[in-house]
């Protein structure tokens, strides 16, 4: 009720509050404070690529602790996108942003010295939060292609050839239906995972030559 009346007043103001929301959500680290707490482990000093990631977790903390860090690493993604969809709807061109917002957060980690993830499980939590449209599937499904049928490797150039097919399939297909707003969001959210991608390969030759 409260989201329908600052609507009426100022849209603005209500795109506003679910962008920052979305970001913010995205910005808190689960798979490096879950872990930290409960089993006083940091992924990030354990791996090899000091990803605050989900499958780190999985490998250095158990499946149990995977499984609850994936979850909330793919609900921060999903929850504000999915309100976000219900109450201003997904046709207006920022809710793009909004797809945006909880990814970038990810990716930027303001509250952990900026030093952000890769977005995968959040960016499928956001894709999770439009069903019944596919767009989940334009990421999903060219990411079993590269991991089963033609095999990509090493993991981190699977994921950038992912993300860029899953980017040019999606806004394709929603630039021709007329959703370009899920489309540029579907842009938006590749370039950013692909860019963190590329960050982290970076930042790992930084450390070896060190």
Same mark, same amino acid.
């Given at each position: 009720?409260?989201?329908?009346?600052?609507?009426?007043? !100022?849209?603005?103001?209500?795109?506003?509050?679910? %962008?920052?929301?979305?970001?913010?959500?995205?910005? %808190?680290?689960?798979?490096?404070?879950?872990?930290?707490?409960?089993?006083?482990?940091?992924?990030?000093?354990?791996?090899? !690529?000091?990803?605050?990631? +989900?499958?780190?977790?999985?490998?250095?903390?158990g499946? &149990?602790?995977?499984?609850?860090?994936?979850?909330?690493?793919?609900?921060?993604g999903?929850?504000?996108?999915?309100?976000?969809?219900?109450?201003?709807?997904?046709? &207006?061109? &920022?809710?793009?942003?909004?797809?945006?917002?909880?990814?970038?957060?990810?990716?930027?980690? #303001? *509250?952990?010295?900026?030093?952000?993830?890769?977005?995968?499980?959040? +960016? *499928?939590?956001?894709?999770? +939060?439009?069903?019944?449209?596919?767009?989940?599937?334009?990421?999903?499904? #060219?990411?079993? *292609?590269?991991?089963? %049928?033609?095999?990509?490797? #090493?993991n981190?150039?699977?994921?950038?050839?992912? *993300?860029?097919?899953?980017?040019?399939?999606?806004?394709?297909?929603?630039?021709?239906?007329?959703?370009?707003?899920?489309?540029?969001?579907?842009?938006?959210?590749?370039? %950013?995972?692909?860019?963190?991608h590329l !960050?982290?390969?970076?930042?790992?030759?930084?450390?070896?030559?060190?």
């Amino acid at each position: 009720m409260m989201i329908r009346y600052l609507q009426a007043q !100022d849209p603005m103001m209500v795109w506003t509050l679910h %962008i920052v929301a979305g970001y913010l959500m995205g910005s %808190i680290m689960f798979c490096r404070w879950i872990p930290r707490r409960v089993l006083h482990k940091d992924v990030c000093a354990l791996s090899d !690529d000091h990803n605050p990631g +989900a499958a780190n977790v999985f490998q250095y903390c158990g499946v &149990p602790m995977g499984i609850l860090c994936l979850f909330f690493d793919a609900s921060k993604g999903f929850l504000p996108v999915y309100l976000a969809a219900h109450t201003v709807g997904v046709a &207006p061109m &920022p809710f793009a942003a909004v797809m945006m917002a909880p990814v970038l957060g990810h990716a930027t980690a #303001p *509250f952990d010295h900026f030093s952000g993830g890769k977005c995968i499980a959040t +960016a *499928f939590g956001v894709l999770l +939060a439009l069903l019944p449209m596919p767009t989940v599937l334009f990421l999903a499904v #060219p990411y079993l *292609f590269f991991s089963v %049928i033609w095999v990509i490797k #090493p993991n981190r150039i699977r994921s950038i050839v992912a *993300f860029a097919v899953f980017a040019v399939a999606a806004c394709t297909y929603y630039t021709v239906i007329g959703l370009r707003s899920v489309g540029m969001g579907c842009g938006l959210i590749a370039g %950013i995972a692909i860019v963190r991608h590329l !960050d982290r390969e970076k930042l790992r030759r930084i450390r070896e030559g060190a």
